[in-house]
């Protein structure tokens, strides 16, 4: 996601300076083979900056990508689980309402402080989607099933309270069906005037970026996104709402750890959103480091995300979509910077 001497690393290049050994070489190598940051500068890693860049235009034609790096003081086992079981919502700047952890398997208890109401402002409108839904016609990402559930029971009950029920039943059905059939179990949507399927949109983002693919292929294969059926890891399984580019949202989410040689992959990603975006996923390489006797990690973060709106932009407004996604993603990073800080 998102002030302790580490790793004597001047640029991931390939340039190094001070005592070097190979693992160290090996990964400055192992960075540069797969990602788009081919330059980083320790001082500004250590000095909490981010390094990052905005990623090729993509052919798929809704999808977008962003890489950063950036420095904890933290060993990498520790660093990984922390990112795996990290809960972002006490950090009010990132308007993430609700965030809460789905046992396994999952139950309606889990979604039990779900509130939809009419503030905030963002809520507010997912609350009015929600109420004009119907059988036939939605702006939220449903399945023709889904919506003709939400508009009969809205029918005979129109309260926050019944809103908020719909929206509970919903996720803990996607919920089900997603952790006994992983990415097979992720349903389309239909009513938004087009078939959707998220899962091939994910598989045809993280495919494009093919170094990313085949650095990442050992977590996308046993987590099942690439190559389908259940997956082989048991994920940190999570819901949230949140608010996306001023949008109410909730999300359903899965998050994989995978130990690869001396270093850890993650992989978060969307198994529901139902609204403004389709999809998204993040892929994570953290590596241990050490200088001095004091051991941290260096962390990859790869993020691709697929929204009706990028169909649409071109050119300058593509980069600048870009940009804003990264000013995002960077306000999470730092958030994940400053409790690392806190618990260390």
């Not at 009969?152 to 929206?167: D, G, I, M, Q």
């Not at 389709?278 to 990690?297: D, H, Q």
């Not at 993603?329 to 958030?335: L, N």
Request: with cysteine; glycine share 8%; hydrophobic share 40%.
């Amino acid at each position: 996601m998102k002030s302790v001497a580490l790793l004597l690393l001047a640029a991931v290049g390939g340039v190094f300076n001070g005592g070097v050994d190979g693992q160290e070489t090996d990964l400055a190598a192992s960075l540069k083979s797969f990602s788009d940051i081919q330059q980083v500068d320790l001082n500004r890693l250590l000095g909490g900056e981010i390094i990052s860049e905005r990623g090729s235009l993509m052919k798929f034609p809704s999808g977008m990508s962003t890489q950063l790096c950036f420095a904890v003081p933290m060993a990498a086992e520790e660093t990984a689980k922390r990112l795996q079981e990290w809960n972002p919502s006490p950090h009010k700047e990132l308007k993430i309402y609700a965030f809460r952890p789905l046992c396994t398997p999952c139950e309606i208890a889990d979604f039990k402080d779900l509130k939809i109401t009419s503030s905030p402002r963002s809520v507010g409108w997912l609350l009015d989607k929600t109420l004009t839904t119907t059988a036939d016609k939605s702006e939220l990402n449903l399945s023709r099933n889904e919506a003709q559930q939400i508009a009969s029971s809205l029918k005979k009950n129109s309260t926050p309270a019944e809103v908020s029920s719909c929206w509970a039943r919903l996720l803990w059905a996607r919920a089900s069906a997603f952790q006994t059939k992983g990415f097979d179990g992720m349903a389309p949507y239909e009513v938004s005037g087009e078939t959707v399927s998220s899962v091939a949109q994910l598989r045809a983002m993280v495919l494009e970026e093919s170094p990313v693919a085949r650095e990442c292929e050992p977590i996308l294969r046993k987590s099942g996104l690439l190559g389908g059926g259940v997956p082989t890891l048991t994920p940190v399984y999570y819901w949230q709402l949140f608010s996306a580019d001023g949008y109410g949202t909730l999300s359903l989410g899965a998050r994989y750890l995978l130990p690869v040689g001396d270093h850890y992959q993650l992989l978060d990603v969307d198994c529901y959103v139902n609204g403004n975006y389709y999809t998204s996923v993040t892929l994570y390489e953290v590596w241990p480091i050490r200088s001095a006797g004091k051991t941290g990690s260096l962390v990859w973060q790869g993020d691709f995300y697929a929204a009706p709106t990028l169909a649409y932009t071109r050119g300058v407004d593509r980069v600048a979509y870009g940009a804003i996604m990264l000013l995002e993603i960077k306000k999470s990073v730092r958030a994940f910077q400053s409790d690392i800080r806190t618990a260390h």
